[in-house]
């Protein structure tokens, strides 16, 4: 194949084996310096390459991470509905007592206005016997039940009914005070995990929300009870916590990597439990390409992330730096070293605004800053290394629906030149990236099993898209192809400014003699991407897989193939393809 045939093909967004073909190609031909072929190449194509590596790179490590703190936890409560309301009259001597007025004193104020005038206006100007006053006592305690108040009460007081006035006297239940038995010196924190505070009323949700954030951390084991107080409508929360090992280890290694940065993968995370005494959780992950260790194709990455929860609230702070290396061949036995390194700092707070026993509902803000720099032959390509800030906004559910798990989230994603981001020019064309960029995000999820004996029929769905509103670089386009999107595909990828994808599983799980749990699966993915710059490929992937996964104790093995089933016409069909997932924690 002569170099101009070579030149005549269309630069694929993400075949990493063949990136910089046209800038390398060109220096051979025309230019006798790196320096001159950096910047006679066609920049954009570059720029595109060198951040789909860098964008592959982080996807990797957050999954990871991910991988390594586990699943989130389903949303668990108690169910209100079953907590019946237990309320007695005296008898009032007669059949029924003409009440003109209702009198309410105590804790008053835990009755909604609204509630307030359906009592008065159903039970006033009328004769109303004692199963009429049992059901209106009955009506607010389960009020201030369904509202997570349990332990406030309605009462009667002493009265004279034959006045026309009824008198109620309300009593919150309050949190006396907090009594915390068992786990490690540093284990817990309760101002900071609880968000009712001692003396404030008590609230079932408040506690759930509580032990929800203490056991987020793997080491904690945390049961509630509560026990009668000193004082009327006063209880004492007591939390036993059957701790563990506050530090842990999880390794991995898969295949599931790219040819030009490295195959095989070694990662290893180490996380620590409130350690300082904040409830923090601290996680350091490290990923490796490996066998080999060393050679012309590796790369690297390293996070900390910390997390320190307040009620509810929870914090997050997490910085990663990733590194490439990847040797190019040219014709005639010419080898060029490209390189690159990322570094990010990100920034995060999540509030639940609402929860109940099956759902719990959030808002998010995230500021994420990133400095990507990239290198050909030692010579810095300030063509595609620049710094970029963003800031997203979001809303996010987490519920038990038709017997299963649904999660969502929706976001917005908004580019800023603070802490020296690249600023936009003020006449940028639109086909050209922009660092002052906007985009939509929506994430959805759902997954069942349903139990025949000891084995389980599962199904899970998820989508994954984006709507940008402006032409985006690599490092924010959405990437289809690969073992996290559409399965099927391993060196060739597509990446877009918009685009979604969506991964369907049905499996079958078992369990088997000697305390092993097996499950097999048949998947199928696809997805879609489009560019708003001219002559930048865009397509459609879809992708079929089978694997299998085993687990025992904390070690697990999955193992599928999967193969591409449509490729558009200007990309390149992989073949089978057959993928590893080895992991274990202690």
Known sequence: MTIYTLLQRPLRSARLTGFFVYPLLLSSLLLTTVAQAASSAPLAAIERQNQLIQNQQQERLREDQQRALGERPAPGGTDLNNIKPQVATPDIGVQCRNISRIEITGDEKMIPDKLLAKVRHDYTG????????????????????????????????????RTGTLKLTVVAGKIERYKLEGGHKHAVWLRAAMPGREGDVLNLRDLEQGIDQINSLSSNDVRLDLLPGDLPGQSIVAIQNDSSLPVHLFTSFDNMGYDATGRNALSATVTTDSLLGLNELIAITRRQS????????????????????????????????????????????????????????????????FRDQSSRVGLSAHLNTQLNQNWLSGELLTSSSRRLTYLDAGADIFSIFAGGIFNGNIAVVQGVPW????????????????????????????????????????????????????????????????????????????????????????????????????????????????????????????????????????????????????????????????????????
Request: proline share 4%; net charge neutral; aromatic share 12%.
């Open 290 to 353: 490996a066998f080999p260790f060393s050679g012309e194709h590796r790369s690297d990455s390293t996070a900390v992330l910390m997390q320190f929860p307040w009620g509810y609230n929870t914090f997050s702070v997490n910085y990663s730096q990733s590194n490439y290396i990847n040797w190019l061949s040219l014709p005639g036995g010419v080898k060029l070293k490209t390189n690159g390194k990322s570094d990010n700092w990100y920034l995060g707070a999540n509030h639940v605004l």
């Open 419 to 586: 802490f020296n981001g690249t600023r936009d020019p003020g006449d940028l064309p639109d086909e050209y990236p922009h660092a002052q960029s906007r985009k939509f995000t929506l994430d959805m999820g759902y997954n069942r099993t349903v139990y025949t004996g000891n084995t389980g029929l599962g199904f899970s769905t998820s989508f994954s898209g984006q709507l940008a509103a402006d032409t985006l670089y690599g490092t924010q386009q959405i990437l289809i192809g690969g073992p996290s999107s559409v399965r099927g595909f391993q060196n060739m990828s597509l990446s877009g400014d918009s685009g979604y994808y969506v991964r369907n599983d049905f499996s079958v799980s078992r369990d088997l003699p000697g305390g092993i749990n097996g499950r097999v699966y048949a998947a199928f993915d696809w997805g879609d991407v489009t560019n708003r710059a001219s002559g930048v490929p865009s397509g459609s992937l879809s992708g079929a897989a089978a694997g299998l996964g085993l687990s025992w104790k904390t070690i697990s093995i999955n193992t599928f193939v999967s193969h591409a089933v449509t490729v558009p016409s200007h990309e390149y069909r992989e073949g089978t393809l057959f993928s590893l997932l080895m992991s274990a924690s202690l």
């Open 126 to 161: 009328r004769c109303i016997s004692v199963s009429d006053i049992e059901s209106l006592l009955g009506l607010l305690t389960k009020n201030f039940i369904d509202r997570g108040f349990i332990t406030t009460r309605v009462y009667l007081p002493v009265q004279d009914l």
